[in-house]
C-alpha cells in the first residue's frame, strides 16, 4: 500500500492546505503516483520565498489592525515584521537637528534598546506569572503591535512639516493616544488569555508602560 508523506513547507511548517508561518519545520519530499518527487521550498526561487515572506508579514499586520483572530500571532510567530518596524521608528526617531554634533547614532541604538529590552522584561514578566507562551511568541506580538505606533508616528511626522502650533501639537497628541490606545489593546487581546485569570493586571501593566514610553518617543520627537 502507498502511503503518501504530507508535503511540510519549509517556513510554515504544516501540511501546505493550511499554512503557518512562522515555524521552522525542515520539509520533506513526497512521492506523487508516478513516483516523481514533487517540488518543495528548497527548489523554489529566492524571490518566491521573499514574497511568501513578506505576505506572511502582511498578513500579521492585518492582524494587528483587526485585532480578532487570537492565535494568528502566536501560533505563526515570526520576528521579521518587528524587526521591520524597530528599524523604520528607530531610522524616524533619530536626531537631524544639528548633522555636524550628531549623526543620530544613540538615538538610533536608543529605540532598539527601548524596543527589544522592553519586550523582553514584558516578556520575562509575563513567564514569571505563570503565562503559558513561549519567549518568541510573546516578542512577536509585543513587536508586532508596534504597527499603530508607528502609523502614529508618521501621521506625527506629516504633522510636524505641516506647522508648529499648539493646534497641531494637540493634533500630534491625539494621533498619539490613539496608537498607543490601539497597541495596547491589541496586545491585550492576543496575549491576554495566556496569562492566570487572578494575575492578568500584573502582565497588562508591563505592557501599558512598554507602549506608553515609545508613543512619548513619538510624542516628543521634533526633527527641526
Not at 51 to 67: C, E, I, M, T, W
Not at 142 to 153: D, F, I, S, V
Request: net charge negative; aromatic share 12%; hydrophobic share 45%.
Amino acid at each position: 500500500m502507498n502511503t503518501a508523506i504530507p508535503k511540510l513547507d519549509m517556513y510554515n511548517g504544516m501540511e501546505s492546505n493550511s499554512p503557518v508561518e512562522g515555524d521552522m519545520s525542515i520539509p520533506m519530499p513526497n512521492n506523487d503516483l508516478a513516483g516523481n518527487m514533487e517540488f518543495n521550498t528548497l527548489d523554489e526561487p529566492v524571490s518566491e520565498t521573499i514574497k511568501r515572506d513578506l505576505k506572511a508579514v502582511g498578513s500579521k499586520f492585518k492582524h494587528v489592525l483587526y485585532p480578532t483572530e487570537k492565535t494568528s500571532l502566536l501560533k505563526e510567530w515570526d520576528l521579521w515584521g518587528p524587526l521591520l518596524l524597530c528599524t523604520f521608528m528607530a531610522m524616524v526617531l533619530q536626531g537631524t537637528e544639528d548633522a555636524d554634533s550628531n549623526d543620530g547614532g544613540p538615538e538610533f541604538a536608543e529605540v532598539f534598546v527601548i524596543v527589544w529590552v522592553g519586550a523582553f522584561v514584558v516578556t520575562l514578566n509575563s513567564k514569571l506569572l505563570g503565562g503559558h507562551i513561549s519567549f518568541f511568541q510573546s516578542v512577536c506580538v509585543l513587536g508586532y503591535c508596534l504597527l499603530p505606533t508607528a502609523l502614529a508616528l508618521v501621521a506625527c511626522v506629516i504633522l510636524l512639516y505641516t506647522g508648529q502650533s499648539t493646534f497641531f501639537f494637540v493634533l500630534r497628541f491625539i494621533v498619539s493616544c490613539v496608537g498607543f490606545a490601539w497597541a495596547t489593546i491589541a496586545s491585550m487581546v492576543f496575549l491576554g488569555d495566556s496569562q492566570p485569570a487572578g494575575k492578568k493586571g500584573l502582565a497588562v501593566y508591563p505592557m501599558f508602560l512598554f507602549y506608553f514610553v515609545i508613543s512619548w518617543l513619538v510624542l516628543s520627537h521634533n526633527p527641526h
